[in-house]
């Protein structure tokens, strides 16, 4: 599987005032604020973009990721994202390793679901270790989601 360094997703309480510091002291571009809402989980985020490198700072509203923030606190790194050329093929490799995919609430994830609600195709892998979640996401719509949060 061909896989590229994307970005960390990182908790935070208040996302206005995230997006102020790190704009304020790294100088980091903030893209618009964006909202993701399916299955329960309901977050808005914001891209922080310093130089090429990105990172998404999420402030949930309800699911999993507020029970998390709830629990853990805020600036907790809890996902590690990485694009692939090739989304269905990803799916595929992971299924024939013995992985099956799931979605952004742990539910399996069939290959005809890969659809995102920000437009991305994207894959998640079973949490295996704590907190920490892998996400796989299409690189050509990534890219485009990441150009339109920009725009």
């Not at 970005?7 to 935070?12: A, M, S, W």
């Not at 002291?25 to 299955?39: D, H, M």
């Not at 402030?59 to 050329?85: F, V, W």
Request: charged share 20%; proline share 4%; net charge negative.
């Amino acid at each position: 599987m061909e896989l590229k360094f994307s970005h960390v997703d990182v908790l935070v309480q208040d996302l206005e005032a995230a997006c102020a510091y790190y704009a304020q002291i790294l100088k980091a571009r903030i893209s618009s604020t964006l909202v993701w809402e399916r299955g329960g989980l309901h977050v808005r985020y914001a891209v922080a973009l310093i130089g090429q490198e990105r990172f998404m700072l999420v402030q949930p509203l309800a699911g999993n990721l507020k029970q998390l923030l709830d629990s853990a606190g805020e600036g907790m790194i809890y996902r590690h994202c990485y694009s692939t050329p090739d989304i269905e093929l990803a799916y595929d490799e992971l299924l024939a390793s013995g992985v099956q995919p799931e979605d952004e609430n742990g539910n399996p994830l069939t290959r005809a679901n890969l659809q995102s609600p920000s437009g991305t195709r994207i894959i998640w892998l079973p949490k295996r270790f704590g907190h920490f979640s892998i996400e796989i996401l299409e690189e050509r719509t990534l890219e485009a989601f990441i150009a339109s949060a920009f725009a």
